[in-house]
């Protein structure tokens, strides 16, 4: 597609609810990035995949996130037994090449916002 | 210490004053650098790297000073559309690490 895809645009859920939030990268990108994003805060870095393969998943919060890439397109971050703490936009980005090499073109999605209530 | 911090401000400017911000950063074996803009409820996007020698774009200079490790964004004529959050962002090593890390963002208002 012509740009990063993310759905749902806003979720609200109960605490303790599972949810699912869907990241369509730009067709052909290889790496592809989370990050969380609490308000008045700068984005903060989840997790990164290269292809299919995780490769810093350093920055999820704890063991209700996980990130998975299967087939290294889409991408899919789900978060357990959600939190109030949870509350923030998820946004997603990615980049034809690695950020180091191609240093200049990660573009991010729209993002999800999720509210726990 | 945060690997990159930022003024929150807000920075209220009038239209068509020059205004700068600056940026810190922990990680002196950083070498990537950037600004991104983002307006409210929107996604960040790039406005522009940072390279050693510096660099200009159009009404926007940004500069690296690597000895004490900050990066700064200087903008020239102020414009109204100029109203955003800009954030900084580093990524702290050259060694396969993809890990663009932000900082807090600081808020310019530009007030007519």
């Known amino acids: 597609g012509a740009g990063v895809s993310q759905s749902p645009r806003y979720k609200v859920a109960k605490r303790g609810q599972d949810v699912a939030l869907r990241c369509d990268p730009i067709s052909g990108h290889v790496s592809l990035f989370w990050y969380q994003q609490a308000l008045g805060q700068g984005p903060e870095f989840l997790t990164y995949f290269q292809n299919e393969a995780q490769l810093d998943k350093s920055g999820l919060p704890s063991d209700r996130f996980f990130a998975e890439r299967p087939e290294g397109s889409v991408s899919t971050l789900k978060i357990q037994r959600t939190q109030q703490e949870d509350s923030a936009v998820y946004l997603c980005?990615?980049?034809?090449?690695?950020?180091?090499?191609?240093?200049?073109?990660?573009?991010f999605g729209a993002g999800s916002r999720l509210t726990v209530l | 210490r945060k690997e990159v911090e930022q003024d929150p401000g807000p920075f209220n400017v009038p239209e068509g004053a020059t205004v700068a911000f600056n940026c810190t950063y922990s990680n002196s074996a950083s070498q990537s650098f950037f600004w991104y803009r983002q307006d409210c409820r929107k996604e960040p996007k790039l406005l522009m790297s940072?390279?050693?020698s510096g660099n200009e774009d159009g009404r926007f200079t940004a500069q690296l000073n690597r000895a004490s490790q900050y990066i700064s964004l200087l903008i020239r004529d102020s414009k109204l559309s100029d109203s955003a959050t800009y954030l900084c962002a580093v990524i702290p090593s050259n060694f396969g690490n993809e890990k663009l890390t932000f900082g807090t963002g600081t808020r310019l208002t530009i007030i007519p």
């Open positions: 940072v390279y050693s």
């Open positions: 980005a990615s980049s034809l090449d690695t950020l180091v090499l191609v240093a200049n073109v990660l573009t």
